[in-house]
């Protein structure tokens, strides 16, 4: 929903920018700076970078920026962009790893199928040894995992920008700055990764160009969503907190929602209550060996019929049966693996002898009881 305010109905934001991304503008405008100036020789101290960043946080804040954690303040952010800028300038200092190339350049490239993307490269450059670098400067909190940053397509797609516009581009590497950790993370592309990335993009494009439905969806980075008071998932929530409590405890949707928690934490007591009922009537049952319970104008049948019970979802064996029915091509039999479907095949014995063997390695002998309720007819 919120792809489709923002790109297909361009809509206005209804919540001014987040704080992060407001952060992460101002370090990328700090070292856009630092590279631009550097092209035509005018090398930038660290006072002077910090201070033009602190002059950049200074013009373009506003009352609109959005601080989601509580917790935190303006300043916090405005110290941790201090600190990225000074350990990125530490370490690279004088900054003549590589020529550079572009900075806060734009490319385009053309997938095929009449599909066509832009973006902007944070830097571009030549290392002495001809490698190409695509640099892309990040101020986020959390570390990527390995295979994220294999993943990754952005940097991958501006590689095949890269490559199409430097004939001698025979190698492109990919670099990120996790500046905040003072981490720089690199990674590389096959040829055949990007063929298969290309259909992987077109076929991603197609899809939303094709979509119809838009529905909202919550997330991590809800809170960070300029449309959130509006979204179906939030909007309720935005106009009670608007009310005074008094309001709030007079209006339909407090009043169900509260009525339905109230009633659903009765009748998880209750069923708890039903298990532990079930559980006695079985005993007795068993015991005494009876099928049928007398109440006052109640009749209770008590059935029990054997059952395998195979391991469940969350169940460390759970995996070597699903390897077991695909290998064996049984998987479609029991619906991708319903247990209900699986253990009437154990008790019909509808497979071969062996296979059925070799299915009982998974599970165990047990029993399900049924018990049913008969209300008994006063008349009769």
Not at 50 to 69: M, P, Q, S, T
Request: hydrophobic fraction near 35%.
């Amino acid at each position: 929903m919120q792809f489709k305010w923002r790109y297909v109905e361009k809509r206005e934001a209804l919540k001014g920018e987040g704080i992060e991304a407001f952060m992460g503008s101002r370090v990328h405008e700090a070292l856009e700076k630092l590279y631009k100036d550097a092209l035509v020789e005018k090398r930038h101290s660290l006072e002077e970078l910090l201070a033009f960043y602190g002059a950049e946080w200074a013009r373009e804040w506003n009352d609109g920026i959005v601080i989601v954690k509580d917790h935190l303040e303006a300043e916090d952010y405005q110290k941790t962009g201090e600190r990225c800028l000074r350990d990125y300038y530490q370490r690279y200092h004088p900054f003549d790893q590589a020529r550079v190339l572009g900075i806060e350049d734009r490319v385009e490239l053309d997938l095929g199928e009449n599909v066509r993307l832009q973006g902007f490269l944070d830097r571009l450059d030549q290392r002495a040894d001809g490698v190409y670098e695509i640099h892309d400067y990040k101020t986020g909190m959390t570390l990527p995992k390995k295979e994220a940053l294999e993943g990754d397509r952005q940097l991958a797609l501006y590689s095949i920008a890269v490559k199409e516009r430097f004939p001698d581009a025979e190698r492109v590497e990919l670099v990120w700055h996790y500046l905040a950790f003072d981490k720089e993370l690199r990674s590389t592309r096959t040829p055949e990764q990007l063929e298969t990335l290309k259909a992987e993009v077109r076929a991603a494009v197609k899809a939303i160009e094709a979509e119809q439905e838009f529905p909202a969806k919550t997330s991590a980075l809800c809170s960070w969503c300029e449309f959130q008071p509006e979204c179906p998932k939030w909007k309720h929530l935005y106009k009670v907190e608007g009310l005074k409590p008094e309001e709030a405890a007079k209006e339909t949707g407090v009043q169900l929602a509260n009525r339905y928690y109230s009633l659903k934490k009765e009748a998880d007591k209750v069923q708890l209550e039903v298990e532990a009922l079930k559980e006695a009537i079985r005993d007795y049952a068993k015991t005494n060996n009876l099928s049928m319970l007398q109440g006052q104008g109640v009749k209770l049948s008590v059935n029990f019929y054997p059952r395998y019970n195979f391991p469940g979802k969350f169940d460390d064996k759970r995996p070597l049966l699903e390897e077991f029915l695909k290998a064996v091509g049984k998987w479609e039999d029991v619906q991708g693996l319903d247990l209900f479907a699986l253990s009437d095949v154990m008790k019909s014995r509808a497979w071969p002898k062996p296979l059925l063997e070799q299915l009982e390695r998974f599970g165990k002998k047990g029993e399900t009881t049924y018990i049913r309720v008969r209300e008994e007819n006063r008349e009769e």
